[in-house]
């Protein structure tokens, strides 16, 4: 990558810590770049953009990919708007500006990555699975949610915490018990979880 593109991508890593902006850490961003680059990934839908950082890190790994991406905040979508056009991805990144629940969409994406509201996973997952190419994959960030879901409901003191980290673990039980689909469980960045049809193995 070239040294400008390095400076650019580091600017957003430093606005995000400066507003506290949620963006990948990491090995997850590397893990999902790597499995965009090895599964020949076309074409992204996101849940979740924020700044927009994962986003063009996704349509930066190949220059055929393109990427639906769709924020709720004004601001975050209003700085991932910049971002976007500051590396000049307009024509390869979408961006909408609504709650992803809201958004029907056509047409069909060989990877729907997940990073919205932790907590409404299920209900993104059955939103946009029509939307699932038939050997698509599902990618959801935050699996393990900064070391929360391992730990035992009474170490958790805060209430809407424990609340959250339950939702969590209900996904990765509707995951694990689907006969439709498998999971593979990564211990990547913040926990991720990669779901294909049971008839591609
Ligand atoms: N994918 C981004 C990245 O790594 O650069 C980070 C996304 S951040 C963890 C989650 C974002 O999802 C927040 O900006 C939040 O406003 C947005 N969000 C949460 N629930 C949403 C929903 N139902 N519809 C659209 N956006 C949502």
């Keep these: 990558m070239d040294t400008n593109l390095s400076l650019m991508i580091r600017e957003m890593e430093e606005y995000a810590e400066e507003n506290n902006v949620p963006i990948m850490q990491k090995e997850g961003i590397e893990f999902l770049t790597t499995f965009i680059m090895k599964n020949q990934i076309e074409k992204v839908l996101e849940v979740g953009t924020a700044i927009g950082y994962s986003a063009i890190r996704m349509a930066l790994t190949n220059s055929n990919l393109k990427v639906v991406t769709i924020e709720r905040d004004e601001e975050r979508y209003l ?4 971002n976007i056009k500051k590396f000049n991805l307009e024509d390869r990144v979408t961006l909408i500006f609504s709650d992803a629940l809201d958004v029907v969409l056509d047409g069909e994406f060989d990877l ?8 409404k996973n299920i209900e993104f997952f059955e939103h946009f699975e029509r939307n699932l190419s038939h050997n698509g994959y599902f990618i959801t960030d935050n699996i393990g949610f900064h070391g929360y879901v391992e730990k035992d409901e009474f170490e958790i003191k805060s209430k809407n915490l424990r609340a959250l980290v339950r939702k969590i673990k209900n996904y990765i039980e509707y995951l694990k018990n689907s006969k439709e689909y498998h999971t593979k469980f990564y211990d990547k960045g913040d926990g991720i979880a990669v779901t294909s049809r049971r008839e591609n193995g």
Excluded: N
């Design 112 to 119: 729907i990555f997940l990073d919205g509201a932790k907590g």
């Design 79 to 82: 700085e991932a708007l910049k």
